[in-house]
């Protein structure tokens, strides 16, 4: 049974995927322009957490053999992905207007904090452009390629966390990222360096 051509898990996943963003509905919407500026965090932090949660899905499984929830949690990568991009372009949007001016951004620009998330963003946007199948039969082989963006993406949005307010965002930075890193460390580990049994002469 499915609803608009998607099956009901994914349907409530991304019910789920939306209940972060409904506090931030009324300050959007609203006149109150320093609650509009506090919008900035939130939005990137959820961008950050859910893509992160993407990206640990494979190490997760690799980890876990057997399980199923992993099994789970990389057929609905895609979701929780998008969903990522759509908090980071709803944290663009929020930064834009809250500068005000194109000469502001451009100023900013200077800033590690700043210049690491637009970098960050302009990756994203092939892989978002491409996270469907029609994309995925097109590229072929170099798919693959490019859903690799992932990973330098993913060390901009550490830096960019991680510099904002004189880099005092490091140890939330760090908490957030820490098992990201430990799973890509884990499977560096067992594909290129865990010992193996010697074949038999």
Partial sequence: MT?????PSTLILWVILALPALPLLGPLFGDDARAFHRLLHPT??????LMIIGMMASGLMLLFK?????????HHRRDIEV???VYAALHTIVYVVDRGSLDRILAALQ???IWTGWL?????????????????RWLHAGWKSLQRLAYPAAVLVLI???????????????VHFGPLLALWV?????????PRPTPAT
């Fill in 186 to 194: 884990y499977r560096f580990w067992f594909w290129y360096l865990r």
């Fill in 111 to 113: 800033h590690v904090e």
């Fill in 160 to 174: 960019h966390w991680a510099a904002l307010h004189n880099w005092g965002s490091w140890p939330a930075a760090a």
């Fill in 120 to 136: 960050a963003m302009l990756l994203f946007l092939p892989l978002v452009m491409s996270s469907n199948n029609a994309a995925q």
């Fill in 44 to 49: 990137g932090e959820w961008a950050a957490r």
């Fill in 3 to 7: 609803l608009f051509g998607q099956k």
């Fill in 66 to 74: 057997g399980r199923s929830w992993p099994r789970w949690l990389v």
């Fill in 83 to 85: 969903a990522a991009f």
